[in-house]
């Protein structure tokens, strides 16, 4: 997605039918749910629990649904890896791989 479905406050969010999504996704286990626009890199419960980059991998199928930002290319080029072994997603750190000119 463009725009997170949970993020700091009320902004940087989808603006129609936000809980909706929400209820969707929590409704059918999704693990996962990617995002961009805020650059930073972030990762939220729906409630607003936020999981620090200093505290993955994480089994997201253990876990709600997770709503995941990734870093922007400001300062470098960022990447995340997602890892699906059988029925677990692993959620990696954002990582730095190289500096931009």
């Known amino acids: 997605m463009h725009h997170p479905a949970v993020n700091w406050g009320k902004y ?3 603006s129609h039918n936000r809980q909706s999504f929400i209820s969707i996704c929590e409704g059918y286990n999704v693990d996962l749910v990617l995002a ?3 650059h930073a890199a972030r ?3 729906s409630n607003g629990t936020f ?3 200093d505290v993955l991998p994480l089994n997201c199928s253990l876990y709600p649904t997770l709503y995941v930002q990734t870093d922007a290319i400001k300062e470098g080029y960022y990447y995340r890896n997602i890892t699906i072994l059988g029925n677990d997603v692993w959620l990696e750190p954002c990582e730095q791989c190289c500096e931009t000119n």
């Open 36 to 38: 961009g626009h805020t």
């Open 51 to 53: 999981y620090p980059n």
């Open 43 to 45: 990762v939220f419960e």
């Open 12 to 14: 940087d969010v989808i």
